[in-house]
């Protein structure tokens, strides 16, 4: 069965230091990678998506990049972090189908002082 | 622009009491799903609906599309605090990107 793991779950960062958030997909082959953003209890914000090795779709203009090394690998980044980048993070990975359910990771939480 | 609206925002009941969870949109989509997210935890996958008018049951939850697959709805019976959450409506974008689109929420609380 497939799972998705990020990490790290916490991170406690001061404003202009790097961010690196790391998510694996295991079970699967060439899946759709996605980084959401969430604020407390709304909606998620789509920032970027990955259909395959080095290919990055970014979906807002913002201070963050993503990468995709590896087929099974999404990795979130930042060179100088914002107080505005605090925020919970969710990698996921899309069920080919129409009708494209996500399984989300256990989420990774931003906090820039 | 596709949008999906979800009402109410917040919803505080009293264990045992019913409720029902909407998630409108002027658009067509093809299929929408349901997702449950406690606190510092990922969304996970409730059901998906996909027929016009279909009604898919979930042990107290009863999830239905509406026949012109504008909306649906989550119905919950004799709510437990274990239902507590947020609860998530979202369907594919009408781009080949594999995107979804999320409505913006609602929170539940049951108190027990």
């Known amino acids: 069965s497939q799972t998705i793991h990020q990490w790290p779950a916490t991170l406690v960062q001061p404003v202009g230091s790097p961010l690196s958030l790391e998510c694996t997909v295991e079970g699967t082959s060439n899946p759709n990678l996605y980084w959401y953003r969430q604020a407390a209890g709304r909606g998620l914000q789509l920032l970027f998506y990955s259909v395959g090795i080095g290919q990055i779709s970014s979906e807002v203009p913002q201070n963050l990049s993503a990468s995709r090394p590896q087929d099974r690998q999404f990795i979130l980044s930042s060179k100088k972090l914002l107080l505005s980048d605090s925020g919970f993070y969710l990698c996921?990975?899309?069920?080919?189908?129409?009708?494209?359910?996500?399984?989300f990771g256990e989420g990774s939480r931003l906090t820039v002082l | 622009t596709q949008l999906l609206e979800q009402s109410p925002q917040f919803l505080s009941i009293q264990e045992g009491e019913n409720l029902t969870v909407y998630c409108n949109s002027s658009?067509?989509?093809?299929?929408l799903q349901w997702y449950r997210q406690e606190p510092g935890e990922g969304p996970v996958l409730l059901v998906t609906?996909?027929?016009?008018?279909e009604v898919k049951k979930l042990k107290r939850l009863t999830f239905q599309f509406g026949d012109a697959r504008k909306d649906s709805s989550l119905h919950i019976t004799a709510a437990q605090p274990g239902d507590t959450g947020l609860y998530l409506c979202a369907g594919p974008g009408s781009s080949n990107t594999g995107k979804l689109i999320f409505g913006q929420g609602t929170t539940l609380q049951v108190k027990p």
């Open positions: 996921a990975w899309r069920r080919l189908a129409i009708t494209g359910e996500l399984f």
């Open positions: 609906v996909v027929t016009g008018g």
């Open positions: 658009s067509v989509f093809s299929s």
